[in-house]
């Protein structure tokens, strides 16, 4: 399609349409952000790229303390030696923030760069503290947990590593799992994933589906010869129960959530920011809010 559109609105089908956990809760927090985050920052890790889309870009990449930890932990569990993760860990933890603190997320974003840092909350040794004392505490408790070591003791051929999102599909479009580990063995396979906190039920019912999903579209092996265990930051071990998930609900809402996230688009096939409704309560903990028209509105109302 050639029409013009003009340059503040942004052709959706130019933007393939996918589906996971993080967008559905960044969608929950606020459809706008999400806008932000999938549509309008897209493009802007090109140092070339327009002022604003770099910035957009850049706040996109903000990840807050447990999430920077979590993908740091499952990073470098499943891209390397369980033998040797707890000193890799904690060695990558001091380079990425000496990166940090000489703020080169600036100019190379695919550098990691955390929420509590970026917006001053708090100051860098308090935050490094706290960082660095969750690391020491939850290496050696998951290290210990007979999950990490069964699947360290595997022969690396049974060992499943998914350290990035995989895809799958369901009814066309494409979901992402969250990175994966775990082990096959006798037509069984045994899946595990590292996760901030214990998830309520509609949550676990949607991990044990993309879980069961993954199985059988990437291992070939039907949903009843798999199972999944999720182990929190602090060690606690938490066993999906496959009689809890009903299949057939977790599927209408995923789609239902997909549905609400494309309703932005307008009748033409555009989108804009102002289609996406705000939602100021959350302005606060919002990346965006140093970039978001209705973050700034909020801000002088305040201070009138
Ligand atoms: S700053 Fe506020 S309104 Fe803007 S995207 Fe974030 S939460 Fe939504």
Redesign the pocket.
Known sequence: MNSFIPPERLRAADFPFSWSLWREQCWEQ?P??CF?HYYAARGGHDPDAPERQRKLHLLKQLLFAEEYLLRLLTSELLRGDPETWQNRTLRRFAREWSAMLTGRYLVDHRQPVIFELYYKRGTPLQLFLRLEEALKTALPRLSATPELRLWGARPRIQQIREPDPVAITLAGVTLFAPPLFGWRAAGQARLRQLVRHRPDATGAAKLLLLHKYYALQQLRLPPERVSSTLLTLTGETIQLDPRELNLSLAIEQIQESIQQMQSCVAPDGTIGELDFP???E??PK?A??SA?S??ARLNRRLST
Do not use: I, L, V, Y
Request: hydrophobic share 20%; charged share 25%; net charge positive.
């Open positions: 606020c706008r952000s932000f705000d939602r100021p959350h302005c919002c965006f809010r978001c209705s973050a």
